[in-house]
């Protein structure tokens, strides 16, 4: 634990208690009674109240419209299964304002909906909850899919030979199986609709606002940082509580699961239920995944002169007339790319070692080291961006002038991923498999070597996807603290539609286009080696 610990005392704890701490002192006094003003303030309770419900819904939409894409990953073989499922990580990663400008073109004047039926979605709570399964869907099918596939169903088949249905075979034996990683799934889901930032400010319009939002709005735009660090702290406490209802939960519902090769689990479609729930999961990536992403390509091609590459010929050239960068937009690839690798390592590292400490059952403050490590992703990156700023700037942590920064702050939201993904598997690893290689004289590192990594190479291979996948999108925090001559992807895309004019709309659909493209790319690859690693291991 000692590894992790160190990482988010740093780089996490102490940012967001020096801003929280300038909110909140002056000079030298805290000023306590902020807390009282600003909680009756009927605006923050009405933000309060809609951040809550509106995360809620949007958890609970997400698992309903994304199970049966877990069970169709993990359970069924198909042709395009390896395509389809990096193109189901993609929108995961993709900037929430290019993701905002999608849905407005789908949903919004002028859009799909209002052409076709004149309908429209935007700023109503419905475009938000379309937006939020848009991008979680991929955490339910990646989490759940994941244990899911690794599950022997002969458990499930030997109830049905005992005389239960299908469905109560599943609900009895399935189910209680695959909990622990669905509520894991749940958690996350819920943790990042609850601070959602571009979705709610882009579609929500002026009618509806989340902490998240409230707290840029306060920092950034009325530059009240009392107010700000009010709602942090009431961000915090809020997320505290969740992950220690759901870790106490989820505990006693975790026990050694019997996993099998996910190569032996997943089959043809046989019979209508299954080919039923194939068209039906393949029919929702196509309206609820796929579409939004054609728009957004559809964009970066549709220039004044007719389609064309005009965009992106534009991404190499340097405006040397005061625009948005220091360099061509282009090179915003090959700084997200480096950044996305380190952050990547630096995930899977701290990650790896906060999994396994977690699953050795070591008392209490390692079960509250579990919800700890949940934190940054509920806590307003905006905070943690401006802590960076002012904590990481004097010896012997100096790293303002580093392009280290970048990367730190994106494994903070990576490493939660990487606990999430492997932790289920590694609980579920029978210790008397270990036990058994201990009695043969294995030390406890050739034990965890031969017996552990064999079983969860897979849930590490999912988790550095995920980590890498987080990475490459990451804007909140990166948004402060990206040099001006070393932007990633999605903080130059938020530069180029931050700027009026056709030829900057044009270039932000289009580096979202490459950015698209370079995350699914690097999921396909992902997808081929876990493949390949999975089938030599067994």
Not at 83 to 103: E, I, K, Q, S
Not at 491 to 514: F, H, K, S
């Amino acid at each position: 634990m000692a590894g992790p610990v160190a990482f988010f005392a740093v780089f996490f704890a102490y940012p967001v208690t020096a801003i929280v701490g300038r909110g909140l002192r002056v000079e030298g006094a805290w000023q306590f009674g902020r807390f009282g003003e600003v909680l009756g303030r009927p605006d923050i309770l009405h933000v309060l109240w809609f951040t809550t419900w509106q995360a809620l819904a949007s958890t609970a939409l997400t698992l309903l419209v994304a199970l049966p894409g877990a069970y169709v990953f993990a359970r069924l073989d198909f042709p395009g299964k390896r395509l389809l499922r990096a193109v189901v990580t993609v929108p995961f990663v993709l900037p929430t304002v290019v993701v905002g400008t999608a849905f407005l073109a789908l949903l919004g004047r002028g859009g799909l909906l209002d052409e076709m039926w004149g309908v429209r979605l935007d700023t109503t709570v419905w475009a938000i909850l379309l937006a939020h399964v848009f991008f979680n869907y991929a955490v339910v099918v990646r989490t759940v899919g994941g244990l899911w596939s690794q599950l022997d169903p002969r458990q499930e088949e030997a109830a049905r030979v005992l005389g239960a249905g299908r469905l109560t075979a599943w609900r009895r034996v399935t189910l209680p199986a695959l909990a622990p990683s669905v509520a894991a799934a749940a958690l996350l889901v819920f943790l990042f609709t609850f601070s959602s930032f571009g979705v709610v400010q882009i579609l929500g319009g002026p009618a509806f606002s989340t902490l998240e939002v409230e707290i840029y709005r306060q920092t950034a735009e009325m530059l009240d940082l009392p107010t700000a660090a009010v709602l942090t702290m009431l961000q915090f406490v809020a997320v505290g509580v969740v992950l220690a209802v759901h870790a106490r939960a989820v505990r006693r519902r975790e026990g050694a699961l019997r996993l099998v090769d996910p190569a032996r689990t997943a089959r043809r479609p046989r019979g209508a239920a299954q080919w039923t729930v194939l068209c039906g999961v393949l029919v929702t990536v196509a309206l609820l995944l796929i579409t939004p992403l054609g728009v957004l390509v559809e964009r970066s091609f549709d220039t004044p002169r007719g389609y064309g590459l005009d965009y992106y010929r534009a991404l190499t050239v340097l405006d040397e007339t005061g625009g948005a960068f220091l360099v061509p937009p282009i090179d915003a690839v090959a700084n997200s790319l480096e950044y996305a690798l380190v952050a990547t390592a630096v995930s899977v590292l701290v990650g790896g070692l906060a999994a396994a400490a977690l699953t050795r059952r070591a008392g209490r403050l390692v079960r509250g080291f579990d919800a700890l490590l949940m934190l940054p992703l509920g806590v307003s990156a905006v905070t943690v961006g401006f802590g960076f700023l002012i904590t990481l700037d004097e010896p012997p942590l100096d790293l303002r002038g580093t392009w280290m920064l970048v990367p730190l702050a994106q494994a903070l939201v990576g490493v939660p991923f990487v606990v999430r993904s492997m932790l289920p598997v590694l609980r579920a690893v029978d210790v008397r498999l270990r036990e058994a290689a201990a009695v043969l004289g294995a030390s406890p590192l050739r034990a965890w070597r031969e017996v552990d990594l064999p079983l969860v190479s897979r849930a590490l291979l999912v988790a550095a996807g995920f980590a890498f996948a987080v990475s490459l999108g990451e804007f909140g925090a990166t948004v402060f603290i990206a040099r001006p001559d070393q932007p990633t992807l999605p903080v130059a895309v938020a530069r180029l539609l931050g700027r009026p004019g056709e030829l900057n709309y044009g270039q932000a659909m289009a580096l979202g286009t490459i950015l698209m493209v370079v995350c699914a790319a690097a999921l396909l690859l992902l997808e081929r080696i876990r493949t390949d690693t999975t089938s030599e291991e067994f």
